[in-house]
Every structure is written in C-alpha cells, then in structure tokens.
C-alpha cells in the first residue's frame, strides 16, 4: 500500500502519514521494507526494477544538505551551524 503512494512523485513522510491514515514514525518504520520488497522484484513480477529513493534534507541556515545520511528520518540539527530549520527529507519511487 505504501509503494502505491511513492510512485508518480517525492513525499514527505507528513504527505504519507496523512495519505495512508498512520503516524509519521510508523511510516520511517516502513520505508526499509518498501525498499527492500522493490529491490527483490523481478520480471515475472512487472518487469521494471524500481528502488525506493531519497530527495535530502538541506539546513535553512547555512545550505548544508545531507547527502550521505543512511538513516530515512529527517535529521533533527544541521551538523555545521546548529540550526534545526531544516527542510524534510522527501521519498520516491525510480524505476526502469
């Protein structure tokens, strides 16, 4: 159900909270499993390969942006000036 909703453009995990009726932190929750469940398609099971993907988080102080964060979840501070205005990580579906 929650693959549905990253297909056809990025969200946050506020988009999808609301979209599917469960709160933010169960949809971080799910996200490792979407994107495990779209890396074990094959074609037999629609023949495109998809993978779960990320838009970064930037700091609104400074323009940090967190290219290399492995954690899903928004972060909470920008490393470099503190500041904890920061943009909200959004997620997508790519596929072939």
Do not use: N, Q, W
Not at 1 to 15: I, S, V
Not at 24 to 50: C, M, T, W, Y
């Amino acid at each position: 159900m929650m693959a549905a909703e990253l297909e056809g453009g990025m969200r946050t995990a506020k988009d999808l909270s609301r979209a599917l009726g469960i709160r933010e932190k169960e949809v971080i929750e799910h996200l490792p499993h979407v994107a495990r469940s779209l890396g074990h398609k094959g074609p037999h099971e629609g023949g495109r390969e998809e993978k779960l993907v990320t838009e970064p988080s930037e700091c609104l102080g400074c323009g940090f942006v967190f290219r290399k964060r492995a954690r899903l979840k928004t972060p909470g501070k920008c490393p470099v000036c503190r500041s904890e205005e920061i943009t909200e990580t959004r997620y997508g579906i790519k596929g072939g």
